[in-house]
């Protein structure tokens, strides 16, 4: 099955630096990677996603970058704020035929983000 | 914004009790799923499930688990006979499943289980 490997475990940055998060994964025929924003108490929350047949996305301050050859992805969120300390996570699905298959999640990254 | 729903917050319950947890998913979505995560560690697949059946499971869903969508709103996990080790926090997901947005799953705030 599919494994997803996330460093670090802790990034603390100042605010207004930017902060990137890497994860690998072992399945070839991966073809979806999510990230996730988890605050203290609450669900996961979808911020952005990639596909396998796209390099590069990004939304505002915050973009994903896919190498297929490497199998990593990586989070960059730029002129970090407050409100961005929180557990991001990333994760990957293998197949899809329908949207049943579940997702495979890194171990989470805790951005602290110093004032 | 549409959101996933899950009731109780919080369910405590003693070793060897039957629990069942509640999620209301996404109203026009189509796949829905729980996972598990375990304080501390990586959230945790558990279960899919599409048109009325369970489309995957992990091994961590063994028969002591079931799912079930008793009406056209909830969707439910029932642990059997609970351990100490299903402590953790359930979530509930759902997806679309349509062209536009397949993949993208949306999570719920999740049920805090506490096995005593």
């Known amino acids: 099955g599919e494994n997803v490997e996330q460093h670090p475990s802790t990034l603390s940055v100042q605010e207004g630096d930017s902060a990137v998060i890497k994860c690998t994964y072992s399945?070839?025929?991966?073809?979806?990677f999510p990230w996730y924003k988890q605050e203290l108490g609450k669900g996961p929350q979808l911020i952005i996603d990639i596909r396998s047949n796209v390099g590069e996305k990004k939304d505002q301050r915050i973009a994903v970058t896919l190498n297929k050859t490497a199998k990593h992805f990586s989070l960059h969120i730029t002129e970090t704020q407050p409100e961005d300390s929180a557990v991001y996570f990333c994760a990957a699905i293998g197949k899809f035929w329908g949207g049943a298959d579940g997702l495979t999640f890194g171990k989470g990254t805790h951005l602290i983000i110093q004032p | 914004e549409p959101e996933v729903t899950q009731t109780p917050s919080h369910q405590v319950t003693q070793m060897g009790q039957e629990v069942i947890l509640r999620c209301v998913p996404i109203s026009n979505h189509l796949y829905f799923y729980w996972y598990r995560q375990i304080l501390g560690q990586k959230v945790e697949f558990l279960v899919s499930?599409?048109?009325?059946?369970?489309?995957?499971k992990s091994e961590i869903f063994d028969d002591q688990f079931s799912v079930e969508r008793p009406d056209g709103s909830n969707f439910t996990l029932k642990i059997r006979s609970t351990k100490l080790e299903d402590s953790a926090m359930y979530f509930c997901?759902?997806?679309?499943?349509?062209?536009?947005?397949?993949?993208?799953?949306?999570f719920g705030p999740g049920t805090r289980l506490t096995v005593t």
């Open positions: 997901a759902s997806s679309e499943g349509g062209s536009v947005s397949p993949y993208e799953q949306y």
């Open positions: 399945d070839s025929a991966s073809n979806y």
């Open positions: 499930f599409y048109n009325n059946e369970i489309s995957e």
